[in-house]
């Protein structure tokens, strides 16, 4: 979602302007385009002069609902963070069994503390990821349902 208050920005426009952007006549993003909806349907616009703009507003972020619900965690960027935390692991797994532990103990420790240190942040950033992603998943899905229950007529 954008960082731009379009609710408040809208209040100022003029109906015409409204409808420009909501029809796709701007250099505005698709998000500021429902808000411009939004606005109108606020103002009870009479959006039978728009009703085929409307539909495909209306069927976009229904589809975008759809989407976001389907989504799956290994098609997303945070699998592929995880594939590389998977990959830290294994070779910092490989490297702790491949150390030659026959130089002095305190040096042996130290690299042992420094690999365990490693281990464990690469399995606590894999998990932090898997929270992240479905954490993200669920707010997309909120904003978005949010979105379309604003611009759905009653």
Same mark, same amino acid.
């Given at each position: 979602?954008?960082?731009?208050?379009?609710?408040?920005?809208?209040?100022?426009?003029?109906?015409?302007?409204?409808?420009?952007?909501?029809?796709?006549?701007?250099?505005?993003?698709?998000?500021?385009?429902?808000?411009?909806?939004?606005?109108?349907?606020?103002?009870?616009?009479?959006?039978?002069?728009?009703?085929?703009?409307?539909?495909?507003?209306?069927?976009?972020?229904?589809?975008?609902?759809?989407?976001?619900?389907?989504?799956?965690?290994?098609? +997303?960027?945070?699998?592929?963070?995880?594939?590389?935390?998977?990959?830290?692991?294994? #070779?910092?797994?490989?490297?702790?069994?491949?150390?030659?532990?026959?130089?002095?103990?305190?040096?042996?420790?130290?690299?042992?503390?420094?690999?365990?240190?490693? #281990?464990?942040? +690469?399995?606590?950033?894999?998990?932090? +990821?898997?929270?992240?992603?479905?954490?993200?998943?669920?707010?997309?899905?909120?904003?978005?349902?949010?979105?379309?229950?604003?611009?759905? #007529?009653?």
């Amino acid at each position: 979602m954008s960082s731009y208050n379009w609710q408040n920005i809208f209040k100022s426009k003029t109906d015409k302007e409204l409808v420009e952007i909501f029809i796709g006549n701007s250099h505005l993003d698709f998000e500021a385009e429902i808000y411009a909806g939004i606005e109108l349907r606020k103002r009870n616009y009479n959006f039978i002069l728009i009703q085929e703009v409307y539909d495909q507003k209306v069927s976009s972020v229904e589809r975008d609902i759809i989407e976001s619900k389907n989504l799956e965690f290994r098609n +997303s960027k945070y699998f592929r963070n995880q594939i590389l935390y998977f990959i830290g692991i294994i #070779l910092i797994v490989f490297l702790f069994i491949s150390n030659d532990f026959t130089s002095d103990h305190h040096f042996k420790l130290y690299k042992a503390l420094i690999y365990l240190g490693f #281990l464990i942040f +690469s399995i606590f950033t894999a998990k932090w +990821s898997f929270n992240r992603f479905k954490l993200k998943k669920e707010k997309t899905l909120k904003e978005k349902e949010a979105l379309l229950k604003m611009l759905e #007529l009653d």
